[in-house]
């Protein structure tokens, strides 16, 4: 009897606590459907009229569409780059045999720990001297090498749990290989690659500070950064189009994670389980 | 027969291009950035060695010192609050049916999966102080004395902002306790149960030494998270007011971005990336234990 009571007293909590995570996305959605003047009147209950001019408006003032085509170029840019080369190297140093296979294997853990922050200066600098400076591939060249250690690793604790007679059957046969990687093995680790995906995806999408100080242009930003300029510039007075910018931005990695939200949390949580 | 795979084309093939790109903007930007840090430099070019005088500079200015022990507080904050209460909402959530779990996690997951720029953006909206979520809510319960100017108080600027970041990864965080806390194999709960161990001695004893694994991956993610933050501060405060929210990120940006002074940015972000070794090697040392099979 005890137990049960407790266990309902525990689910309340979780429930309440769960509203807490909600609630602020609810209010964001409540408040760009409202008029100006109905936000300050009252902020948190429902629109008295749901007005959808602030959507109208956020068309209008704020250049969706163009950083939404800038996040999807970069991000896919991004992740073909790490999943191609990334995995290639993963397998090299897992499969192939070469004296200086295990130093290169600490050398790429080492982008674990420079954060991308730390070289912000350097990097600007480069960019501007490459003369790469807002192009797609000035920002996606960065994005790849900082992005590239995590997925080496995990894909290289991948590539050892595959059996040696893999690679021998595929030898017999006259693969060479390239044949053998990418006909046999590729799609054999295909879980592990759609695992990378997700977390590519989700840490290219949502990433800020490289996009913010690399990209200078209006017509090269990417979601996040067009979405905080774009906050910067109208100020906090009219709420309604802030939650309507807000809710129009997020609205792509809700319906990504709405419609892959379990593989989206055994990704996020494959990290610390296979460390 | 992978040696017969394993030729010095293919070899070169499959691994330059990946070091080639990781080498020229991850670790070589390093050099640039010690020999920027002892120059006078605007972002274009130096103006001629100056020797320590970058350092000298950083040391000896408010600013500096206020972002470090900012940075240190939002570090602080994440392990010694944050985790721990990730951990026990892993724990509750390990009691619940199937229905609580899958909307809790769910609903935790919802600000992982948002960008920074709208999670920032939102808790301005509950700081503000006329007509903000939190100033309504302490007005609603009687407690308006309570209530602050959270964003613009110097005091308690940095506590605000730490408190969205921290906001933002706890959903995460238990969701990778609590994966970790299904992968222990029950057999040992019910052997404790024989052995009389209540349900606390039994995370004490059991749950949390197996879990140390999945422990030192969340600190070690969190403490360099919490180190790098940078973006919750652009868009919530600017670093404001004046210099009052900065972090050391913060400071390395304002210093190279935002006054030109590229030379004293790279001295700061020196002084960061040696902060960054030492707690990798910290962590390396006191918290990793021998793997755990089961």
């Known amino acids: 009897m005890r137990n049960r009571a407790l266990r309902i007293a525990i689910r309340m909590l979780l429930i309440i606590i769960g509203i807490f995570f909600i609630f602020p996305l609810y209010w964001m959605l409540n408040m ?4 100006k003047e109905e936000f300050y009147v009252t902020p948190f209950a429902l629109p008295k009229q749901w007005i959808v001019d602030n959507y109208i408006n956020a068309f209008q003032s704020y250049n969706f569409l163009v950083y939404f085509k800038n996040s999807l170029i970069y991000t896919a840019g991004t992740l073909v780059l790490i999943l191609f080369l990334g995995s290639m190297l993963a397998y090299c140093l897992s499969r192939m045999e070469w004296r200086f296979s295990k130093y290169a294997l600490s050398y790429i853990s080492l982008g674990l720990v420079i ?3 730390v070289v912000m200066i350097p990097l600007f600098i480069m960019i501007i001297d490459l003369n790469i400076q807002n192009t797609y591939m000035g920002l996606i060249i960065p994005l790849f090498a900082f992005g590239l250690s995590a997925c080496v690793l995990m894909l290289y604790a991948f590539f050892r749990s595959l059996p040696k ?4 059957a595929a030898c017999i046969d006259g693969c060479n290989v390239y044949q053998s990687y990418f006909r046999i093995i590729l799609p054999i680790i295909k879980p592990a690659i759609a695992t990378q995906c997700v977390l590519i995806f989700m840490n290219v999408w949502n990433e800020f500070p490289l996009s913010y100080i690399l990209v200078t242009k209006e017509a090269f930003r990417p979601l996040t950064v067009g979405l905080a300029n774009f906050f910067m510039e109208i100020g906090v007075t009219d709420w309604g189009l802030i939650g309507a910018a807000m809710i129009l931005s997020s609205l792509p990695t809700m319906i990504v994670y709405a419609s892959a939200s379990e593989q989206i949390e055994n990704a996020l949580t494959a990290g610390a389980i296979l460390k | 027969m992978t040696r017969f795979f394993s030729t010095n084309t293919s070899i070169f093939i499959f691994a330059f291009p990946a070091l080639f790109i990781f ?3 991850v670790v070589y930007p390093l050099f640039p950035e010690i020999v920027i840090s002892f120059q006078k430099h605007n972002g274009f070019s130096s103006q001629g060695f100056v020797g320590f005088k970058n350092y000298i500079e950083i040391f000896s200015s408010n600013s500096f010192w206020k972002a470090n022990t900012n940075t240190f507080i939002i ?10 209460i990730s951990l026990l ?14 909307y809790f996690k769910a609903a935790g997951m919802l600000p992982a999966i948002l960008s920074v720029t709208v999670i920032a953006q939102m808790w301005m909206a509950i700081y503000e102080p006329q007509w903000g979520l939190l100033n309504s809510l302490l007005r609603a319960i009687g407690l308006e004395s309570l209530s602050q100017e ?3 108080d110097r005091g308690i600027v940095i506590f605000s902002v730490a408190v969205a970041f921290l906001w933002q990864y706890i959903g995460l965080n238990t969701l990778l306790f609590y994966t970790g806390l299904k992968s222990i194999p029950k057999t040992y709960y019910e052997a404790a149960l024989m052995d009389g161990a209540g349900p606390v001695k039994s995370a004490l004893m059991i749950t949390i030494p197996l879990l140390q694994e999945v422990i030192k991956f969340v600190l070690v993610i969190s403490i360099l998270g919490s180190m790098g933050m940078f973006a919750h501060v652009e868009v919530m405060t600017g670093g404001g007011p004046g210099y009052f929210s900065r972090t050391i990120v913060y400071e390395l940006y304002y210093k190279a971005f935002m ?11 020196v002084i960061y990336v040696l902060q960054c070794i030492l707690i990798t090697l910290v962590l390396n040392r006191f918290v990793a234990r021998e793997k755990i099979e089961f």
Not at chain 2, 89 to 102: I, Y
Not at chain 2, 262 to 269: K, L, P, R
């Open chain 1, 115 to 117: 954060p991308v922050n």
């Open chain 2, 150 to 152: 959270w964003l613009t």
């Open chain 2, 89 to 102: 909402l892993a724990f509750l959530l390990d009691s619940q049916a199937n229905g609580t779990r899958r």
């Open chain 2, 259 to 269: 006054s030109s002074e590229f030379g004293v940015g790279s001295a700061v972000a």
């Open chain 2, 75 to 84: 570090v602080l904050l994440s392990t010694a609050a944050g985790l721990p």
């Open chain 1, 32 to 35: 760009s459907f409202k008029s």
């Open chain 1, 165 to 168: 007679e893999l690679e021998e």
């Open chain 2, 23 to 25: 080498t020229a903007f």
